[in-house]
């Protein structure tokens, strides 16, 4: 059964790098999502992702974030400068088109960001 | 902002038992999605409701989306200790054809004894 794939699983950086974190999602699926958790909280929306351009973004998405769909099968999350806050587990989905109402998500396994 | 609220937040039972989670919103939904995660791992989907009064099963498990489309609930039926998990309620709101964010409840965490 196709699923979305995540890497890396667990990234460790210090405050104030670059990290970017990638998805590969289910193939024939347009529309992508970053989503995040942080420990013991709600999952949260970051963004989403339609035609290479970004559909919606959440208060949390501001500059230091960035998403791309670099080639016909990667889709990358950028966090510029990260911060002790950023440490979460970030969760990329892919859903097909729509069809009457439905949008079913489908979640990657996630990576564990650690910002020390 | 649009808000799920989910009860019991814990709920622990024995095996056998039968069990309802609750998933309450005031906004209206387009679709809802039930997950089940498991600890450092990804929400895995369990069912999609979309029509309002919709009811599905799957297997011990029977998923209800409300009729206006606000809450959803989710029976599980002769809980067994495989059933123990997180179990998350995430509402789609949107136009048909766009990139619809989910917005997530904070889950109850089922704990089956044996």
């Known amino acids: 059964e196709p699923e979305v794939t995540q890497t890396p699983s667990h990234q460790v950086t210090q405050m104030g790098q670059e990290v970017i974190l990638r998805c590969v999602p289910i193939?024939?699926?347009?529309?992508f999502y970053w989503y995040r958790q942080i420990l013991g909280q709600k999952v949260e929306f970051l963004v989403s992702?339609?035609?290479?351009?970004?559909?919606?973004k959440s208060e949390i998405f501001d500059d230091q974030f960035s998403v791309e769909r670099p080639d016909g099968s990667n889709f990358t999350l950028k966090i510029r400068s990260t911060k002790l806050e950023d440490s979460a587990m970030y969760f990329c989905?892919?859903?097909?088109?729509?069809?009457?109402?439905?949008?079913?998500?489908?979640f990657g396994p996630g990576t564990r960001l650690t910002v020390l | 902002t649009q808000l799920l609220k989910q009860s019991p937040q814990f709920l622990s039972i024995q095996e056998g038992e039968n069990l309802t989670v609750y998933c309450n919103s005031s906004?209206?939904?387009?679709?809802l999605q039930w997950y089940r995660q498991e600890p450092g791992e990804g929400p895995v989907l369990l069912v999609t409701?979309?029509?309002?009064?919709e009811v599905k099963k799957l297997k011990r498990l029977t998923f209800q989306f409300g009729d206006a489309r606000k809450d959803s609930s989710l029976h599980i039926t002769a809980a067994q200790t495989g059933d123990t998990g997180l179990y998350l309620c995430?509402?789609?709101?949107?136009?048909?054809?766009?990139?619809?964010?989910?917005?997530f409840g904070s889950g109850t965490q089922l704990t089956v004894l044996p």
């Open positions: 409701v979309v029509t309002g009064g």
């Open positions: 906004s209206v939904f387009s679709s």
């Open positions: 995430a509402g789609a709101k949107g136009s048909s054809g766009s990139a619809r964010q989910l917005t």
């Open positions: 989905a892919s859903s097909a088109r729509p069809i009457q109402g439905t949008d079913t998500q489908y």
């Open positions: 193939s024939n699926h347009l529309y």
């Open positions: 992702f339609y035609n290479n351009e970004i559909s919606e």
